[in-house]
């Protein structure tokens, strides 16, 4: 069972970037499809970025598109979130999330195909 700890959340202005990373432990990394998710105040965990198991198969939400990288270190357990040209939407909690697809190339979008998850790092994007 892997864990997943979230990191590099903090106050960014508008037209700033962060990256984002999520360490994981306690499973075999590269078997593991990985995505990002955000959640805001009052508002439903909305998909964000997917990595599959094949470093170079993602998915975006149209939102992010053009702005966020998603990507992964297999050697360093890890899966970065590149953020750019924040906007201030882009401010909520955003979590790490793990799957066991079947599929080397499989995404998925839906929370409900994620097995595992962080407890999240906060992003604020101020105007």
């Known amino acids: 069972q892997v864990q997943l700890v979230e990191s590099g959340g903090r106050v960014v202005q508008a037209g700033g970037s962060l990256r984002l990373s999520c360490a994981a432990s306690g499973g075999t990394f590269r078997s593991y499809g990985m995505g990002w998710f955000r959640q805001a105040p009052g508002k439903e965990r909305e998909f964000v970025a997917a990595v599959a198991k094949s470093e170079s198969t993602t998915a975006y939400t149209d939102s992010v598109k053009g702005r966020f990288i998603i990507s992964r270190d297999n050697a360093k357990n890890v899966v970065y979130l590149e953020m750019n040209r924040l906007e201030p939407e882009d401010s909520a909690t955003y979590y790490c999330?793990?799957?066991?697809?079947?599929?080397?190339?499989?995404?998925?979008?839906?929370?409900?195909?994620?097995?595992?998850w962080g407890q999240g790092t906060q992003v604020t994007v101020s105007s």
């Open positions: 999330a793990a799957r066991r697809p079947f599929s080397f190339l499989e995404v998925a979008r839906s929370t409900n195909a994620y097995e595992f």
